[in-house]
Structures are given as structure tokens and as C-alpha cells.
T-cell receptor, first 113, second 115 residues
């Protein structure tokens, strides 16, 4: 069965600095999708970034980028120039075409002013 | 913008009560999901539906049932609420064509307390 592991339950970063959130997954599939979702305090969960496994190029969305290492089954999220609004719970998630999405347990990110 | 709404933000029920959690989406999405979110456990899938009147069990369906009579509405039912069902419940929806291929849009969540 597929699994998603986020090894850092909590992290802190100084405002304007860069932080990397780790995620590893396990699958025997070759075609799948990986996601990072953000859940701000008391607000709705939203998609931050999505990566298709068949694409070698790492996905980027403004200050958010991923480091996708398919052979290592690693999918980390880098947030550059951290802002107070980045404080949230971040979930890494895996999905393949015929199955449901599996979420990691989350990493709570604190931004220090 | 896609909007997913849930009937209540906060709900307090007594043990043994029948509880209905309602979810409505306005973007004609085929797929709808119910998750349960607990600290340290992340999101766990309870049930999902890929069409009207269709439902599939997720990872933790015990103690829950669902209903999807209309495409835009997906209800989660706790037949006899128990204290271990105290949790945050999240509804989500997504487009068709491979359940996991597309972004899931989440509702604001219902924090249910069973006393």
C-alpha cells in the first residue's frame, strides 16, 4: 500500500528566510501525482503545488518550489522569502490515477517575525 | 472560484444521537470526499463518491454512512455518535477523470464534539 511520511511534525523559520519541508512516499506505481496542501489556522485547505511523476522538471509556484527525486521517492517543499502568511499546517499528498489521495500527517510551520 | 460549503463550523452532539454533516459544492464536480482530521494523524478518508448515488468506502468507514442524492451535495451520517468521533470533518470535491489527477477543493470543516 502507498504511504506518505512527513518526518517533521513542526518547524520554525525566521521571516524572509528559506525553509524546506520534507516528504517521502512509497509506491510501486510509475505514474502518479504529488501535492502539497496548505491549511492556515481556521481557514480552508488549499493546494500549493502539484507535481506529475512523469515530469522531470520540478514544479514552481512563485515562492514555492519542490525538489522531486523520483528514484529516492522524495518530494520536499521549499518556501523562499518566508512571510507571516505562510504560517500553516502543510500536508504532502500522493495520488495515482485510479485511487484516492493519501495524505501525510502534516508539518506545522511557524514563521518568526 | 470553486466553493465548497459545509453546513456547520461547530457542532456539539450527545452520545447516541444521529448526526448529519452536509457538504455542497457549486462547480459541478463529479467526485466528493469526506475526511476526518485528527492531530498527529493527518487526514483520513472516510468515504468518497464519484457519481450521484455512488459511494466507496475509504480507510475508516466504520460508524459512518454517506448519501449523495444530488451531484452537488454529499452528506456524512453518524448513525449513533460516540465520543471517539469527536474530530474535525473536512469535505472536498474534485473534477472527474482519475480521482487523484486533479486538485481537491476543501470546505472550511466542521468541528464536531460528541459529549
Amino acid at each position: 500500500a502507498q504511504t506518505v511520511t512527513q518526518s517533521q511534525p513542526e518547524m520554525s523559520v525566521q521571516e524572509a528566510e528559506t525553509v524546506t519541508l520534507s516528504c517521502t512516499y512509497d509506491t510501486s506505481e510509475s505514474d502518479y501525482y504529488l501535492f502539497w496542501y496548505k491549511q492556515p489556522p481556521s481557514r480552508q485547505m488549499i493546494l500549493v503545488i502539484r507535481q506529475e511523476a512523469y515530469k522531470q522538471q520540478n514544479a514552481t509556484e512563485n515562492r514555492f518550489s519542490v525538489n522531486f527525486q523520483k528514484a529516492a521517492k522524495s518530494f520536499s517543499l521549499k518556501i523562499s522569502d518566508s512571510q507571516l502568511g505562510d504560517a500553516a499546517m502543510y500536508f504532502c499528498a500522493y495520488g495515482d490515477r485510479d485511487d484516492k489521495i493519501i495524505f501525510g500527517k502534516g508539518t506545522r510551520l511557524h514563521i518568526l517575525p | 472560484d470553486v466553493k465548497v460549503t459545509q453546513s456547520s463550523r461547530y457542532l456539539v452532539k450527545r452520545t447516541g444521537e444521529k448526526v448529519f454533516l452536509e457538504c455542497v459544492q457549486d462547480m459541478d464536480h463529479e467526485n466528493m470526499f469526506w475526511y476526518r482530521q485528527d492531530p498527529g494523524l493527518g487526514l483520513r478518508l472516510i468515504y468518497f463518491s464519484y457519481d450521484v448515488k455512488m459511494k466507496e468506502k475509504g480507510d475508516i468507514p466504520e460508524g459512518y454512512s454517506v448519501s449523495r442524492e444530488k451531484k452537488e451535495r454529499f452528506s456524512l451520517i453518524l448513525e449513533s455518535a460516540s465520543t471517539n468521533q469527536t474530530s474535525m470533518y473536512l469535505c472536498a470535491s474534485s473534477l472527474e477523470a482519475g480521482l487523484a489527477a486533479y486538485e481537491q477543493y476543501f470546505g472550511p470543516g466542521t468541528r464536531l464534539t460528541v459529549t
